[in-house]
């Protein structure tokens, strides 16, 4: 629970730094379906399993120490490797100008038309999905045991 | 509207990237672990955002849209499975899913 | 009518296929009819080919057998003096040989493969003698090679007769191994492996004396010994004794031992470039001659006897080969064959007659009970023993004549050639003295009391041959003609020794009939008239260790065993788990290392697959970035 609401925080500052760029657009939407939908539907899922207040670590004998080293190490060496390129590359600047939802909007049904179907396909499929997965009846234990 | 380099930018965008990755290696509960993938994924818009805001164009933002639909998607059928997974197992632990071994 | 000539080995080999196949449907009457017939025809074949030959050699050619760079290899068969003497040999004698057999392999159920394999035997060793180019000529060495195993081992069910035969194989196979080398060293060095062709390249491109004319006839020397079990490769032929007498007596006693002696004369002209090797021809044959004889005067099976006697008269004729005096080599391989084999068909009607007794200590007094077999006995013995008139002591005189006169050690080699008489005789005789004089110890049983009418002509005809041979180059001192060393000279050449003055011959003559008639003497003296004094020399420490190792044949079959078998057998044992196979067991493990370290991966775990991924995006993005 807690860190879902650091998660929230580290949402909205990401939005901030949207804002700062020049991106207005993108931070309300940020805000709106990220931290405003997303986040709310794991807060619901969190009610309905009733975890209770610490979360379902079970016992953290593993996960303390060990279990930490090598994904931290796998992970801090790909960012070296990227953070490299970067500071080895040529610069630029981003920012310095606004772009506006219209723009935005403008590019979105414009040459990425075709985007907006897929995402929509997309949508359907994982509406769909998650009512199936949802689905609880009697029968489904009979459905498991075939 | 401020100018930042673009360097500065991508690195925020990777090292959220890290920090995903890391908690989806090491974390057990698959709740955190969606949380982790979650993190990932504003990683990568970050990225492309910052690069629209670079060539002043409005690309970026649209693909960081589709992202955002894309991890709408992913999570409510993530979740599904969480619930499903919780009914059947009675635990949220990713380790003990794993009849599909060797 | 001289096209007739390839079919004098076609009859043979068509009555192997015939009995090889068909010969358990023909019956025991068929199959020998087969088999004798064939050889019969064969022969008959041979006289018309001899009796139409005008003196020009007569090359048949068959077919074109391989032609692989410089070497071209044609199937063709040669008629020359050489040839021609050896074929009339092989064809009558072995035809004699079979009729024997037809009755002496009567009772046996295993007729028609005896005679299958007979009727290969004789087939293959045509072909050796007929052979215009080396590798036929090979063929027809493993033919006999072949045929010789299969004859020694034919009553299979005992395993000592298999053993026997596998020893004969492996040992004159190593002869084999070397002469297979010498013609590969003949034809990438002259180019060719046509007879005629090697001897006149040979001539013109080697240079006496030079390494390679000493190697190549060093390697045909080793093919030579080991198929006529001379020193070192002797220890098989007592041995090969374990097979039918018909068997030992045409394969191990007139032809295939002597296929050894018909290669150094057909190659003479490579021998003649090597002089050292020569020597160590004559060298080879007097040793084994003394060595053989001394074996045979200790043996008690009469076959064994025999073999050793085999072996120590080739070791004659190879002497006669080393100084030079091919003629006379292949004088003496006539009249062997006619004596020889003649005393193995006798000692055969003995065997069967005992019931199959071989111990001649066992034997006696058969003079009475089988006098027609005693009486062509004497008659091979005398010839053995080279007792005047008969046909062995006009070869064997020739042969000393030639020793004495070569210009390579011609004291030392007419001594060794005396001294080898000696105990020829002595042990020949010793063998007569005991199975035919003295106080009878068995009984002949009823199968065959003496040769009937089938065994009997075969015996009589080459009783006669010991008679008569003789005549074909009777000693000129004495009243004879060289008539077979004339015949000879188209393909062999001259002797050195052949131009002795009359006196030295005369002189020589009367030298080799004294110890001849000395060692029958000898002979009865201590076989018939005082046989307690043998006994008790034998008795002594000294007598028993050297009665001991001559019985050995000189031990060295131990020597063998120690040197060779065991450490092989050592090896072998050693490497039973096979080294070279770690190779290919190797790769196997290799694979399943990786099945097992692979299937270690899959965990099951969902963070396990993704630190996979991860794990390559790290690898992707150095790629992309380093490389």
């Not at chain 3, 035809?95 to 394999?117: K, P, T």
């Not at chain 3, 007569?432 to 009391?449: C, D, H, I, Q, S």
């Not at chain 3, 060289?482 to 002189?507: I, Q, R, S, W, Y």
């Not at chain 3, 076989?527 to 050297?546: A, D, H």
Request: overall charge neutral; charged content about 10%; glycine content about 10%.
């Amino acid at each position: 629970m807690h860190a879902l609401l650091y998660l929230i925080v580290s949402l909205l500052a990401v939005a901030v730094d949207f804002f700062l760029l020049g991106a207005p657009f993108v931070a309300a939407l940020e805000v709106i379906i990220y931290a405003g939908a997303i986040m709310v539907l794991f807060v619901f899922v969190i009610m309905t399993l009733n975890v209770g207040a610490p979360g379902t670590e079970p016992a953290g004998r593993r996960s303390a120490g060990r279990a930490w080293i090598g994904p931290v190490v796998l992970a801090s060496v790909l960012l070296a490797e990227v953070v490299y390129v970067l500071v080895v590359s040529a610069g630029g600047v981003s920012g310095g100008s606004s772009i506006s939802p219209e723009e935005v909007g403008r590019t979105l049904y414009g040459p990425y038309r075709i985007g907006v179907e897929l995402a929509s396909l997309l949508l359907l499929a994982g509406l769909v999905g998650a009512y199936h997965l949802g689905r609880r009846r009697s029968s489904e234990e009979r459905e498991g045991e075939r | 509207m401020i100018s930042v380099p673009m360097e500065h930018g991508l690195i925020l965008a990777g090292v959220l990237f890290a920090m995903g990755l890391v908690g989806v290696l090491v974390r057990r509960n698959i709740l955190f672990t969606l949380l982790s993938i979650e993190i990932m994924l504003n990683g990568a818009g970050v990225a492309f955002v910052v690069a629209s805001a670079h060539w002043h164009k409005a690309d970026g933002q649209v693909v960081f849209l589709f992202i955002l639909a894309i991890a709408a998607a992913e999570v409510s059928v993530g979740l599904a499975l969480l619930l499903a997974l919780y009914h059947r197992f009675k635990t949220l632990d990713v380790d003990a899913v794993s009849r599909m071994r060797g | 009518m001289l096209q007739l000539l390839g079919l004098i080995i076609a009859f043979p080999l068509a009555g192997f296929l015939v009995l090889a196949i068909g010969g358990r449907v023909l019956g025991k009457k068929a199959a020998a009819v087969i088999g004798v017939g064939s050889v019969g025809v064969s022969a008959v074949l041979a006289t018309l080919v001899a009796w139409a030959w005008q003196g020009q050699a007569y090359t048949q050619e068959a077919w074109r057998w391989m032609h692989a760079g410089s070497l071209d290899v044609q199937v063709a068969l040669r008629l020359d003096e050489l040839s021609l003497v050896f074929v009339l040999v092989v064809a009558w004698v072995g035809f004699l040989i079979h009729l024997y057999s037809a009755r002496f392999m009567a009772e046996d159920e295993g007729v028609s493969r005896f005679f299958a394999w007979m009727n290969l035997f004789v087939a293959s060793m045509l072909i050796l003698v007929l052979a215009d180019d080396l590798v036929v000529l090979y063929l027809g060495w493993e033919g006999v090679g072949l045929s010789s195993y299969l004859l020694i081992g034919f009553w299979y069910k005992d395993r000592a007769n298999g053993r026997a035969a596998m020893k004969a194989f492996i040992v004159t196979r190593v002869g084999d191994a070397a002469l297979a080398v010498g013609l590969f060293l003949i034809s990438t060095t002259l180019g060719t492996l046509q007879i005629q062709e090697i001897g006149t390249r040979a001539l013109q491109q080697w240079p006496v004396g030079s390494g390679v004319a000493v190697a190549a006839a060093l390697l045909l020397l080793a093919g030579a010994v080991g198929k006529s079990a001379q020193l070192p490769l002797q220890t098989w032929l007592p041995d090969a004794m374990a097979g039918p007498t018909p068997v030992s007596a045409l394969i191990h006693a007139a032809t295939m031992v002597t296929a050894g002696v018909y290669l150094i004369a057909r190659m003479h002209v490579v021998f003649s470039l090597a002089p050292g090797v020569m020597t160590l021809v004559a060298i080879l044959g007097a040793a084994t001659m003394l060595l053989a004889g001394c074996s045979a005067l200790t043996q008690r099976d009469i076959k064994r006897v025999l073999a050793y006697s085999t072996m120590s008269q080739i070791g004659y004729m190879f002497l006669a080969l080393g100084v030079g005096a091919y003629s006379a080599a292949v004088f003496h391989f006539v009249t062997h064959a006619f004596f020889k084999s003649l005393l193995f068909l006798a000692a055969g009607v003995v065997i069967l007659g005992l019931g199959g007794e071989h111990d001649m200590f066992q034997m006696g007094g058969l003079r009475r009970k089988l006098p027609k077999t005693f009486w062509v006995f004497l008659i091979g013995a005398l010839a053995l023993s080279a007792a005047p008139p008969t046909a062995g002591f006009a070869s064997k005189d020739l042969i000393l004549l030639e020793a004495w006169g070569s210009e390579s050690g011609g004291a030392w080699l007419l001594a060794a050639g005396l001294a080898g008489a000696l105990l020829t005789s002595m042990y020949t005789f010793r063998m007569v003295f005991l199975t035919f004089f003295g106080p009878a110890k068995t009984e002949p049983g009823e199968p065959v009391n003496d040769a009937g009418v089938v065994m009997g002509i075969p015996l009589a005809v080459l009783a006669l041959g010991c008679v008569f041979a003789g005549l074909l180059n009777f000693p000129a001192a004495l009243g004879g003609s060289p008539m077979l060393v004339d015949f000879l000279k188209g393909t062999l050449g001259t002797a050195p020794g052949a131009h002795a003055a009359p006196h030295v011959e005369m002189a020589l003559t009367a030298v080799s009939v004294f110890i001849s008639l000395l060692g029958i003497v000898i002979a009865w003296a201590l076989y018939v008239v005082r046989p307690e004094l043998v006994r008790g020399l034998v008795r002594t420490s000294v007598g028993s260790v050297v009665r001991g190792l001559w019985f050995d044949g000189w031990g060295f079959d131990r020597l063998y065993d120690v040197c060779v078998v065991r450490p092989f057998t050592w090896a072998a044992r050693v490497n039973r788990r096979d080294v070279v196979d770690y190779l290919y067991r190797g790769i196997a493990w290799v694979g399943v290392m990786f099945h097992v370290a692979l299937s270690r991966t899959e965990t099951g775990e969902v963070r396990w697959y993704v630190a996979g991924v991860a794990f390559g995006a790290v690898i992707l993005v150095a790629i992309l970035v380093w490389l």
